[in-house]
């Protein structure tokens, strides 16, 4: 069956990625990576973050897939040693630093989409220097997928949702010529995603640009064709999103869980796809495209508005104080917005993940029941253990321009 490839920001996300049913999941150590602005798993946490993936049958690959200059190769050295000796399964990356050094440490090696792999007289470049595995460029149709598959024995990972990139295989100066920001060392501020005015410089007027915000493509979403492209050979379905909020991953993997089961079992089909689609639209989202895959991308493939399409938003609440395991009772501060019984929350936490349930009845300190709460201590029942110090959020549906 195809790996569900799954991102992990922190220690929250991966506990969710993990329980939403990812096979394996990747993850940056905070420097040397495409996501140097997300938190990263801290390099002294990354053995711990194996073992517990490791005792639930779960890949972790490190992601070392941007551009390394010569003053960052011993870093490069001692980020490689520390996951040698942590055991994780692969290295992510593209750079032939990057390559030379994993390789001889043994470590298995990914090469990355920055490579823009898009034939197969490059894939069998990368068969020759000994590489396990190769993330396809963005730009490839289904067909192409397909011929390049039937023509390597090597494990073929492509993308299956989110962001996507205007520039090829995601190698865009925008941002470095803009504010000195490079998309290619994981740095980027994603100038693309604003609305541009052209101006005429003989006589000052402006043009907008219609409704299409024309530097921004929606999310990539294969929900719809999931079935075509696990048909087509791939190894690896991989989630975007290691900038993504934990609910995001959760959500997402869980759903690409369920489908590509779906394929598996003989039960996929539209109306699934649609109750699919439909749960994908709660977390971050704008819009969604089959990007190249069913052919070169048309009007409909661009933004015609700023910011996520999300249905649901997060609100935060407060944190756990305290958890009673005999009776399951939650013992809650609230913080900084009310609470009302039939709302329902999301608990984050390290350890716990992310629980979601709905608040059945409430108590106060003088354990009288009450319907709502503006601030204080609460108790409610939940099921599922929570931890003290969790975070608690309301979820409520999207405002209009949320």
């Not at 551009?67 to 593209?94: F, S």
């Not at 298995?108 to 894939?123: D, E, G, K, R």
């Not at 993940?353 to 319907?371: A, F, K, L, W």
């Amino acid at each position: 069956m195809v790996e569900l490839l799954a991102p992990v920001r922190d220690e929250v996300s991966f506990v969710a990625a993990v329980e939403a049913g990812a096979d394996a999941v990747y993850l940056g150590l905070g420097e040397l990576n495409m996501r140097v602005r997300s938190r990263g798993i801290e390099p002294e946490k990354l053995g711990k973050i194996v073992q517990k993936a490791h005792r639930r049958k779960v890949k972790v690959y490190v992601t070392l897939n941007t551009i390394v200059y010569d003053e960052e190769l011993e870093r490069l050295d001692q980020l490689l040693a520390v996951v040698k000796e942590a055991k994780a399964d692969a290295v992510i990356g593209w750079d032939l630093a990057v390559v030379q050094k994993a390789k001889s440490l043994g470590i298995p090696i990914h090469i990355s989409t920055l490579a823009n792999i898009s034939n197969s007289q490059a894939v069998r470049f990368y068969e020759n220097l000994g590489i396990k595995r190769l993330v396809l460029a963005r730009e490839l149709s289904l067909e192409q997928i397909r011929q390049i598959k039937k023509n390597t024995p090597l494990e073929i990972e492509v993308f299956g949702h989110g962001a996507l990139c205007v520039s090829i295989s995601g190698r865009c100066f925008l941002s470095e010529h803009l504010f000195g920001r490079s998309a290619n060392r994981g740095d980027c501020l994603q100038p693309c995603r604003r609305e541009y005015i052209i101006l005429d410089k003989e006589t000052g007027d402006e043009l907008s640009l219609g409704n299409h915000y024309i530097l921004s493509p929606k999310d990539l979403c294969t929900l719809p064709i999931l079935d075509q492209l696990i048909e087509a050979g791939i190894d690896s379905l991989k989630i975007e999103g290691r900038s993504r909020a934990p609910e995001y991953i959760q959500t997402v993997v869980r759903v690409y869980r369920q489908a590509i089961d779906a394929v598996a079992d003989g039960s996929f089909n539209r109306e699934r796809v649609a109750g699919w689609v439909a749960e994908v639209s709660k977390v971050y989202n704008r819009g969604f495209s089959t990007g190249f895959l069913m052919g070169r991308p048309g009007p409909q493939d661009w933004n015609d508005r700023y910011g996520s399409r999300a249905t649901r938003r997060k609100i935060h609440i407060g944190k756990i104080l305290n958890y009673y395991k005999k009776t399951h009772i939650a013992y809650l501060q609230v913080e900084s917005n009310p609470l009302k019984v039939g709302d329902v929350i999301q608990i984050h936490g390290p350890t716990t993940g992310i629980v979601e349930c709905t608040i059945p009845q409430m108590r106060n300190e003088g354990q009288h029941p009450i319907s709502a709460v503006e601030k204080g201590l609460v108790t409610f029942p939940c099921q599922r253990q929570v931890r003290k110090n969790d975070l608690v959020y309301k979820v409520a549906a999207a405002e209009k321009g949320d």
